[in-house]
């Protein structure tokens, strides 16, 4: 089956520890996206990569960071300088790097502060 | 950069009704995208609509563009419990797709 999977589902974090969420997907896409939802709220885009080996910062990277080694992968790190890291991270992808394309979005994974 | 904004935030409906939901934008747009979210779940792509078509169907689905107003609608028709989720509207922003805040839909037995 084709898709986007994303790891692990829920995750902990404890005060200055940094945590990387895993974006995985198999549809030979060449974009993909990360984008941070808090409870009743849009979504909100964090990093996009349009290549591999290159990207950029969406409208809220402070506090993160990313990598594109990989096509298939990409994934996104919540360093300790982002204070409110609670929230709901999706990861996405698209068929090219052009804008407007349709997303195709993983399940999710839930952070948490201990 | 908040580029979509779904109205109303929340709609209630019974089962077998229609529902309307719309989005308005501030710039201009090469396409505009519907998406679906069930609780805790990723979005779910409903439909694309370019900014040179006017409106499209898929299945129950109905959506209208109007570019001079800078605005979207969803027309969901008779409803399903299962229909039952949060709706955003998606634009594309210099290479990048900006989602409103959502509508969230709940369909009453």
Redesign the interface.
């Known amino acids: 089956d084709g898709g986007?999977t994303?790891s692990p589902k829920y995750l902990f974090r404890k005060e200055g520890q940094n945590v990387t969420l895993s974006c995985e997907q198999n549809l030979n896409h060449d974009a993909m996206?990360w984008?941070r939802q808090d409870p009743?709220?849009?979504?909100?885009?964090i990093y996009?990569s349009?290549i591999v080996n290159d990207f950029q910062k969406?409208?809220i990277a402070e506090g993160y960071s990313v990598s594109r080694e990989k096509k298939e992968s990409f994934p996104l790190t919540v360093t300790s300088a982002q204070k409110n890291p609670t929230a709901?991270y999706?990861c996405?992808s698209?068929i090219s790097?052009?804008?407007?394309e349709?997303?195709?979005?993983?399940?999710?994974t839930?952070l948490s502060v201990l | 950069?908040q580029q979509g904004e779904e109205d109303p935030q929340a709609l209630s409906i019974q089962e077998g009704e229609n529902a309307t939901m719309n989005c308005s934008y501030k710039t201009s747009?090469?396409?505009l995208?519907w998406?679906r979210q069930n609780s805790?779940?990723?979005?779910?792509?409903l439909i694309?609509i370019r900014s040179n078509e006017r409106e499209k169907h898929s299945g129950r689905l109905r959506v209208t563009l109007d570019t001079s107003k800078k605005s979207s609608s969803l027309l969901i028709t008779a409803s399903r419990a299962a229909d039952t989720a949060s709706y955003?509207c998606?634009?594309?922003?210099?290479?990048?797709?900006?989602?409103?805040?959502?509508t969230?839909l709940h369909i009453l037995p």
């Open positions: 986007i994303q996206y984008y009743g709220q849009g979504l909100r885009l996009y349009q969406g409208d709901f999706l996405a698209s790097p052009q804008g407007g349709k997303l195709f979005f993983g399940s999710g839930q | 950069s747009i090469n396409n995208q998406y805790g779940r990723g979005l779910v792509h694309l955003f998606a634009t594309d922003l210099n290479d990048k797709i900006i989602f409103g805040k959502g969230r």
